[in-house]
T-cell receptor
């Protein structure tokens, strides 16, 4: 089954404690992306990656890091989380092959609370 | 500045009452306009991609159309199970960023 998985699904942490949210896709997609979703602000792109070892900033990259060492994985790292990073996070991937060009699959979401 | 604006913010319809959702955009070089459906607590679900003005795509009771400045999602004879938030997004050609609108919350009453 084609899917994007994220872990953990729910996380409560404290200010300053480093955390990583994992993301993995099984569709051999080149493009992967992280978003945060906040009430009234919609989905905002944090970082994206066009391929292995290639990452770029989205609209709200401050306070986040990513890496793309393997095609299937795209972890999101918060080195020193702050309360304003409390949000619902989604990982997504897009196929660039002709048969599924631009069809973006989303993971189930990670609800993060930073106290 | 690249921008995506959706209207209305919320729409309540009676079952069977057709309507349209609007997505207006300003982007430097459109590389695709996307529509998604999102149910509460879940990730968005892909519906359509449109690439050029005049293009139309259909899926069940939904039809998406595109002009040079906006896209419409037409819902024909909706059912309660069509209730969801509908999101519009654009991808522009100079970078590969994707920009989402804030969505339209659609509620269909039986």
């Amino acid at each position: 089954e084609a899917q994007v998985t994220q872990n953990p699904r729910y996380l409560i942490t404290v200010t300053g404690k480093k955390l990583t949210v994992t993301c993995s896709q099984n569709m051999n997609h080149e493009y992967m992306s992280w978003y945060r979703q906040d009430p009234g602000l919609g989905l905002r792109q944090i970082y994206y990656s066009m391929n292995v070892e290639v990452t770029d900033k989205g609209d709200v990259p401050e306070g986040y890091k990513v890496s793309r060492k393997e095609k299937r994985n795209f972890p999101l790292i918060l080195e020193s989380p702050s309360p304003n990073q409390t949000s619902l996070y989604f990982c997504a991937s897009i196929g660039l092959a002709a048969s599924s060009y631009n069809e973006q699959f989303f993971g189930p979401g990670t609800r993060l609370t930073v106290l | 500045e690249d921008q995506v604006t959706q209207s209305p913010e919320a729409l309540r319809l009676q079952e069977g009452e057709s309507s349209s959702l609007n997505c207006s955009y300003t982007v430097s070089g459109l590389r695709g306009l996307f529509w998604y459906r999102q149910d509460p607590g879940k990730g968005p679900e892909f519906l359509f991609t449109l690439y050029s003005a005049g293009e139309e795509k259909e899926k069940e009771r939904l039809k998406a159309t595109l002009t040079k400045k906006e896209s419409f999602l037409h819902i024909t004879a909706p059912k309660p199970e069509d209730s969801a938030t509908y999101l519009c997004a654009v991808r522009h050609s100079s970078a590969s960023k994707i920009i989402f609108g804030s969505g339209t919350r659609l509620s269909i009453r039986p």
